[in-house]
């Protein structure tokens, strides 16, 4: 059974940097097409970026282009969203989310996932 952890949320300043990590144990069938979402009070829960399984193809939320940047570095090793420059409006709480499928797709649905991490928060405040 896949399991994920996200670490690495808190609160920053505007225009500062963070990088979230998200841990996945488990699983036969891994390296995982991954997803980093977000969700704010009130709101639905938004497609931030992705990164496939082997080829390292990545996809943005406009939103976020330019700033984050999703990696990995191996095939098990945690999935990481580094975010630059954040702003007020990146606050949220964030997740990883994991789906097994061919090389090179992405996934901007929340439901294209099947798997979830408990979420991490994170707060950009002066």
């Known amino acids: 059974q896949v399991q994920l952890v996200e670490s690495g949320g808190g609160l920053v300043q505007p225009g500062g940097s963070l990088r979230l990590s998200c841990a996945v144990s488990g699983g036969r069938f891994a390296p995982f097409a991954m997803g980093w979402f977000r969700q704010a009070p009130g709101k639905e829960r938004e497609f931030v970026a992705a990164i496939s399984r082997f080829d390292r193809v990545t996809d943005y939320s406009d939103s976020v282009k330019g700033r984050f940047t999703v990696s990995r570095d191996a095939a098990k090793s945690p999935v990481y969203l580094h975010m630059d420059a954040l702003k007020p409006d990146d606050t949220a709480i964030y997740y990883c989310?994991?789906?097994?499928?061919?090389?090179?797709?992405?996934?901007?649905?929340?439901?294209?996932?099947?798997?979830w991490g408990q979420g991490t928060q994170v707060t950009v405040s002066s």
């Open positions: 989310a994991a789906r097994d499928t061919v090389p090179g797709k992405v996934y901007n649905n929340v439901a294209d996932y099947n798997t």
